[in-house]
């Protein structure tokens, strides 16, 4: 499965995501965690409302926060981070965070990156509020582009607010389909999170598919989805495709991927 590569890259001192992606062929994924039909949801909840009641002035507009999906509950807003348990890099992020709360509206920088590094950096100390909250003032600003909705995703993958993860992913590449790292991230997590969910994959697929075709990033994340499946057939096509779109690449993984998938037919 296509291995996605999260570095932080520095804006102002801000820790943005910048999604890298290294094409590596048939690496398993964590055991899928299959959390039933997902549901869909336009309203904010009382919870959602509360957390983010108001928008920093700096932001050009102010709109609800992104809603918490009905069919998700929250137990908890804090999640061991990255960062947490780690002392050094605690005082790291908290320090980067009043460095970029002070550029906030100054011009220097877009808000819109400050807001997403400060979202970052509040993820990374496993504070769910602090991440939510800063998201969604950047979606405010830019509802337009789509990576603080990826990086909500991310957030809610964290809480184990899998809807709503899901909604933040479909958001993400409904408002920038022509963001290829985006419709990989969304597959990645559906793949993962909801692998018998075969409607919303499928249209998640057929979504990528109509900017991009076939891609060798997309049709691996779906070979590995359909050996999981047990559709070998279907996935033995999906890696022979791969491998017409791969000329000069290293097709040993792949020769063996198939030969396993016929051998089970």
Do not use: C
């Not at 964590?30 to 949801?41: E, F, H, M, Q």
């Not at 011009?107 to 496993?126: A, E, K, R, V």
């Not at 076939?214 to 989805?225: K, S």
């Amino acid at each position: 499965m296509q291995l996605l590569k999260k570095q932080w890259a520095v804006v102002g001192g801000a820790a943005v995501i910048v999604v890298v992606l290294g094409l590596i062929y048939f690496v398993k994924t964590p055991a899928p965690v299959d959390t039933g039909n997902i549901a869909s949801s336009t309203t904010p909840t009382a919870t959602s409302t509360t957390l983010l009641t108001s928008v920093a002035s700096t932001t050009a507009a102010v709109v609800l926060p992104f809603p918490i999906n009905a069919a998700d509950t929250i137990a908890s807003w804090s999640f061991n981070g990255a960062y947490t348990g780690n002392a050094t890099l605690t005082v790291q992020a908290n320090a980067d965070i009043v460095h970029l709360q002070s550029l906030l509206g100054k011009g220097q920088y877009d808000n819109y990156d400050l807001y997403i590094g400060l979202g970052n950096d509040y993820n990374l100390l496993g504070n769910g509020k602090g991440a939510y909250q800063n998201y969604n003032r950047a979606i405010a600003i830019y509802q337009n582009k789509g990576l603080a909705f990826v990086n909500l995703g991310h957030l809610m993958d964290e809480l184990g607010a899998y809807h709503t993860a899901a909604d933040a992913y479909a958001k993400a590449v409904a408002v920038e389909p022509g963001v290829l790292e985006y419709h990989i991230e969304r597959l990645n997590f559906l793949t993962n999170r909801f692998p018998n969910d075969t409607a919303r994959i499928t249209s998640a697929l057929a979504d990528v598919a109509k900017v991009f075709g076939d891609t060798p990033q997309i049709l691996t994340i779906e070979a590995q989805w359909l050996t999981e499946q047990g559709r070998y057939a279907d996935a033995i096509k999906a890696w022979q495709t791969v491998e017409m779109l791969s000329p000069g690449k290293d097709m040993t993984a792949i020769n063996a991927a198939i030969a396993q998938l016929k051998a089970k037919e």
